[in-house]
Nanobody, 119 residues
Framework: QVQLVESGGGLVQAGGSLRLSCAASGSTFTINAMSWYRQALGKQRELVARISSSNGTNYLDSVKGRFTISRDNAKTRLYLQMNSLKPEDTAVYYC?????????????WGQGAQVTVSS
């Protein structure tokens, strides 16, 4: 079992910055890739950024050059640095990871952190 808890959300003006953090606990040694998703009101959840076990990264096109995903080597902390924020970045942001344990694959989600960008 892995538990994920996000922090760092809030209200910011357009052009501002926020840093989201995700604290992982439990069987963190089983964690493989970690990601940030977001879901805006009335829209489907979408993948914002992903970091693989070898620290390769992928980003949603609309956040490339503005957002940076990173994590510590112990895989207990995941971060999302968000710069040049736009009103369309307003959403609930979720921390996600997949994990492998004794041949089984598991998925875990955090509870979400609200990010609101005012124009």
């Amino acid at each position: 079992q892995v538990q994920l808890v996000e922090s760092g959300g809030g209200l910011v003006q357009a052009g501002g910055s926020l840093r989201l953090s995700c604290a992982a606990s439990g069987s963190t040694f089983t964690i493989n890739a970690m990601s940030w998703y977001r879901q805006a009101l009335g829209k489907q959840r979408e993948l914002v950024a992903r970091i693989s076990s070898s620290n390769g990264t992928n980003y949603l096109d609309s956040v490339k050059g503005r957002f940076t995903i990173s994590r510590d080597n112990a895989k207990t902390r995941l971060y999302l640095q968000m710069n040049s924020l736009k009103p369309e970045d307003t959403a609930v942001y979720y921390c996600y990871c997949n994990a492998y344990d004794r041949g089984w694959s598991f998925e875990y989600w955090g509870q979400g952190a609200q990010v609101t960008v005012s124009s």
